[in-house]
């Protein structure tokens, strides 16, 4: 009886500590009260020694956003704006004073990301392309924070366990280090990544805009 009730208690203290740990649901009341139709995405800060995951990012970021019912203004010429004006570097970019990209490009929200991880690392028994990334959104009008975010990706998640032995392993780590390198892998990974972090439909996700489709709106927390 007793040992029954101690696995009672343990089972508890196990599904409590799951709630506990579940991301808390967002305040979206500034959101709300803002009302975006139209972001702006700012050059991501680039935290990783990998030259292209800006490129890569960029080139995923705008997919979610529009689906979730915004304007997003073309991220490649918005990106080439600031370099013909001499912000080369993001970190710069991304200090420029919210009236005056309201000013110049008319969003009603900027997009600022920073990008923590991206590319295939070789960790002796595996190898997985990661991309992680956290953003906030800005009302441009007012300068309020209106959304803040973080999501991670990973080429390794669902793979199957090698039956192959420990020499298995070690040759399929080798191998997709390579492949998952040379094809850049983390462009794909990172289409996750954006997905995760900015979709109506992820825990904590960006509202449905404007443009959303109303019957494919889910409900998000208060």
Known sequence: MSRLLLMVVTAVTLL?????????????????????ASILVMPPVNLTPEVMAPYGVMAQIAKPIAEAGYYVFPVAVVNQTFIANGMTVAEDAQAIDY??????????????ITIRDYGTSYAVLASDTIVSAQAKLVDLRTGQLLWQGAASASSGEGRGANSNGLLGMLVEAALTQIIETVTDRGFDVAGITAARLLSTHAHNGLLPGPRAVREQMPAQGN
């Open 99 to 112: 009236q005056k990209l309201h000013e110049i490009f008319g969003a009603d929200a900027g997009l600022y």
């Open 16 to 36: 409590s500590g799951c709630q506990a740990t579940r991301q808390a649901n967002y305040d979206y009341t500034a959101f709300r009260a803002a009302a975006p």
